[in-house]
């Protein structure tokens, strides 16, 4: 069996280096900002979230989802509201199912939709009061 050449081990060498000095990076601030007032606006709006068949306050929902947000993160899976949406917080990582949110007087809907609408309203409120 032919042994690797000295080039070719610390070539090895370099690659097991870069990677292991590869870090998760956290999302920009202003995204960050985004992904946070998003949950806020969860926690404060009255409605309830559902994972995996059982219907949770904003709060609870808050905190479950920044614990998805932390772990995203820690892989480096999420630069953008956008993102943090589409792989944390529209469905369960454990079932598959899709979360839900019910609002009083209103349909229920996948959280992807609610939180989608919220996103583009609040960057909608932010367009429309820095214009002034």
């Not at 070719?8 to 998760?24: P, R």
């Not at 932390?70 to 953008?80: I, P, S, Y």
């Not at 598959?96 to 989608?116: D, F, H, N, P």
Request: hydrophobic share 45%; proline share 3%; charged share 20%.
């Amino acid at each position: 069996m032919k042994r690797p050449s000295m080039r070719a081990a610390l070539s090895y060498l370099a690659l097991f280096a870069w990677g292991a000095s590869v870090q998760a990076a956290p999302m920009a601030p202003a995204a960050r900002a985004e992904v946070d007032a998003l949950l806020t606006r969860l926690q404060s709006s009255g409605c309830e979230f559902n994972r995996n068949g059982s219907w949770y306050p904003g709060a609870d929902a808050k905190a479950h989802l920044l614990k998805k947000l932390a772990a995203l993160e820690g892989k480096n899976l999420v630069q953008t509201a956008e993102q943090f949406i589409a792989r944390g917080a529209s469905s369960s990582s454990m079932s598959g199912k899709s979360y839900l949110v019910r609002c009083a007087g209103q349909a229920t809907v996948e959280s992807a939709q609610w939180l989608t609408t919220e996103l583009h309203q609040m960057r909608a409120a932010k367009a429309a009061s820095s214009s002034r």
